[in-house]
DNA sequence: TATGTTTGTTAGTAATTACTTACATTAGAT
DNA sequence: ATCTAATGTAAGTAATTACTAACAAACATA
């Protein structure tokens, strides 16, 4: 059994050093060669793990594919004023984003590798999203607090001012977050969008 | 002269192609071989003109940076309401991204490669956009139209949004763009934000 | 102790790739 | 007609890469 966790420990450890590598220099860009001396390993033994450097790709997109992010917030959020909710919200949708930053990197670098792949990864993770925050505000429609509008398009709105401003960070980067622009940022766009669907 | 022009349009040939594959398959996945055979060349006509495939792809990068995209529009789009002024914004806004679409998608998948000189060309694009619509916002609030806010945050929420659904669409598709879908879009994030700032 | 599983080491192979050299061909300019 | 610059053809080189074969060492379990 100990045997086993051994196993399963090589095989992550693997896996971890690919999903950076895969991240930092593109599918071919990483090398088998390298990951296997990252990751602490011979490069046999990758390969006896993964039979070839396309299924260690796609092991590791399985793995690394997204979480659920948002849906576990709804029974709180409901009952926090609107504005807070939103800002709640922007706040834990950044964090995930930053999680799976380098599963981020990978989907936009290889997307030409793996299109249908790829789309149903970002699609997954996406469309929970959308329908998640849709359904908050349908909520909150009802509640009377919300104007009409359609709420899914509302949610991609919202979602995608963070998500750009997200990308927009890694452009510029490799200087780290500083935190007081994202709060400044969440909190204006927070602003301009809670104007923009009140009653 | 004829000369010249032949040389210049061999050269020309050669970048299109080289754009269109670094932008189809990566860098490392273009080969200069098939670069050279896409472009009806001999491999070594390309090696001629850059001599290596590191300069090509430099080369690359600097003709095909960004147009300045909405500048010229200011004078305009002034006259007219500011709900219709967003539209032609973003529809402008649209219509560049696709226009260097291949330039985005080569950005993404090789900001690793060279991260200071992509940042660069997405700065210099990126920059004179929020502060063109920044400056309009400004005129805007001077008229007593818009509420207070900072209009240069605002301009990244609102052209943020459409970036975003443009990434979105380039992770969904292959599938073209579906127009009723855009002009759709278009409506719902415009009068969210005109709600979201006006006075 | 005996055994089986996982790993490391070493060496290698076949394919690909960026890039070069040498020479021939084309065609416009003088 | 001759010269020159741009291009093509053919052949090749050195380096890298994904991947394999063979054998030995380590180690857990029985």
């Known amino acids: 059994m100990d045997t086993f966790k051994e196993s399963q420990s090589t095989r992550s450890k693997i896996l971890e050093t690919a999903l950076r590598l895969f991240s930092q220099r593109g599918y071919l860009g990483a090398t088998t060669k390298e990951i296997a001396k990252e990751a602490g390993i011979a490069e046999v033994t990758l390969f006896r793990?993964?039979?070839?450097?396309?299924?260690?790709?796609?092991?590791?997109l399985n793995t690394y594919s997204f979480l659920p992010a948002l849906k576990g917030l709804l029974p709180e959020i409901v009952k926090i004023p609107y504005e807070?909710?939103?800002i709640v919200i922007a706040k834990k949708f950044l964090e995930t984003l930053n999680l799976r930053k380098e599963?981020?990197?990978?989907?936009?670098?290889?997307?030409?590798?793996?299109?249908?792949?790829?789309?149903?990864?970002?699609?997954s993770f996406m469309d929970e999203l959308f329908k998640t925050l849709a359904s908050y505000f349908?909520?909150?429609?009802?509640?009377?607090?919300?104007?009409?509008?359609?709420?899914?398009?509302?949610?991609?709105?919202?979602?995608?001012?963070?998500?750009?401003?997200?990308?927009?960070?890694?452009?510029?980067?490799?200087?780290?977050?500083?935190?007081?622009?994202?709060?400044?940022?969440?909190k204006e766009y927070v602003n301009i969008f809670v104007r923009g669907t009140l009653k």
Chains 1, 2 share one sequence.
């Not at 793990?49 to 590791?60: D, G, I, N, T």
């Not at 599963?103 to 699609?123: A, G, N, T």
């Not at 979602?159 to 997200?166: A, D, E, P, V």
């Open 138 to 186: 349908n909520v909150m429609q009802k509640k009377g607090i919300l104007r009409e509008f359609d709420t899914e398009f509302g949610a991609r709105a919202f979602l995608g001012m963070f998500f750009s401003y997200f990308n927009a960070q890694e452009f510029k980067m490799r200087k780290k977050y500083r935190n007081d622009d994202t709060d400044r940022t969440i």
């Open 49 to 60: 793990h993964f039979s070839s450097k396309e299924r260690l790709f796609e092991e590791v």
């Open 103 to 123: 599963m981020i990197r990978i989907m936009h670098s290889e997307i030409h590798r793996y299109p249908e792949k790829i789309h149903r990864i970002y699609h």
């Open 84 to 86: 807070d909710a939103l």
